[in-house]
């Protein structure tokens, strides 16, 4: 399971490749996507996306453009499936929540008829 930053890099990314099997990134590419409220340094981006490669989400390869720091990024079958797994949690935390509603109200039911019952 990703932490919170690691899922707003890898979202990130994935908006980044486009739907391709992988694209040449800056780090300020990067964060210019990420949102305000999370200030990330370079150094704190290096090291998600290498926990991301190790996690199996994408290939890096760091490179450098006109001086410029720039990453080699090839998206591995994790990578593509990204935004399914991300809808399907959600999906997921929607019926929970669903579920804890109706046994509530269930619960609140049955209440009613044992309190008319023993009246």
Known sequence: MLSKYENEVMSAVYSLCDGTDGCLVSPLDILS???AKHKLSPERLE???FALKC???FDIIPSERKGEKMYVINLKESGFAYKRTAK???RDITFKIFLAFVGALATFIFG???KGLFN
Request: negative net charge.
């Open 112 to 114: 009613l008829i044992l």
């Open 47 to 49: 090291d998600i996306l």
């Open 33 to 35: 996507i990420l949102p």
């Open 88 to 90: 399907q949690k959600q």
């Open 55 to 57: 996690d199996g989400y």
